[in-house]
């Protein structure tokens, strides 16, 4: 069955800062793998996704993920944390076939300090 | 185009009475998903349609029910509401096939509070 598991339930950077968010999965079968973001009182919107092509994913507002097969990973990464990046973050996995049932964590909430 | 929309936004029941959660998607989606967020839980799935006329179950689909008559449409029944479905409801769509396929679309929500 597949997993994820977010470290961290919130996390805490200064504007300007290097932003890191932990995801670590688990998979029977070589996944997809997804990163959303949700604005407060807002549905989810997608960020980036690794479907098995490029290991470095690049996503919308500066955010890139890297898939790490051998740790099982799939962090996510800002150079430069902005005001606007507060919110929380969702890890999920898909094991493909047919309709895809797509397994969350249980999300990260990101805060950033002025 | 509107993309996912839910209606109601907000919603207060009392325990033991029944209600109707609206989704609708203009994208042409088959694929729709019911989801229910819970603090510290992230999104379970609790209903889920591949096309009209065809449902199945998924992780958390005790006390709803869903139908699936149009692709645009997809509703979730709360039978007989309870306090522990206090939660925030999402719906989702995505493609079956094609370029981006595996991305799904999310609707703004909806927070139930069961007395």
């Known amino acids: 069955a597949q997993s994820v598991t977010q470290l961290g339930s919130h996390v805490s950077v200064s504007e300007g800062a290097l932003v890191l968010l932990r995801c670590n999965y688990s998979s029977s079968v070589p996944p997809y793998l997804f990163w959303y973001v949700q604005y407060p009182n807002q549905g989810l919107q997608l960020l980036l996704k690794?479907?098995?092509?490029?290991?470095l994913v690049k996503g919308i507002n500066g955010f890139e993920a890297e898939f790490k097969k051998s740790e099982t990973s799939f962090h996510l990464t800002k150079p430069s944390a902005h005001m606007s990046d507060a919110a929380e973050y969702f890890c999920a996995v898909s094991e493909g076939g047919g309709y895809q049932k797509v397994t969350f964590g249980t999300g990260t909430k990101l805060q950033v300090i002025p | 185009n509107a993309g996912v929309t839910q209606t109601p936004k907000f919603q207060v029941l009392k325990t033991g009475q029944s209600m109707t959660l609206q989704c609708a998607q203009d994208?042409?989606?088959?694929?729709m998903s019911w989801y229910r967020q819970d603090p510290g839980m992230g999104l379970r799935l609790i209903h889920y349609s591949v096309g009209a006329g065809i449902t199945d179950q998924g992780e958390v689909p005790n006390g709803y029910n869903v139908s699936r008559s149009t692709t645009e449409d997809f509703p979730l029944r709360l039978l007989s509401a309870a306090p522990s479905q206090t939660s925030v409801y999402f719906c989702a769509s995505r493609k079956s096939s094609g370029s981006s396929y595996n991305e799904q679309f999310f609707g703004p929500g909806t927070r139930l509070t069961v007395l």
């Open positions: 690794y479907t098995s092509a490029a290991t």
């Open positions: 994208m042409n989606h088959e694929y």
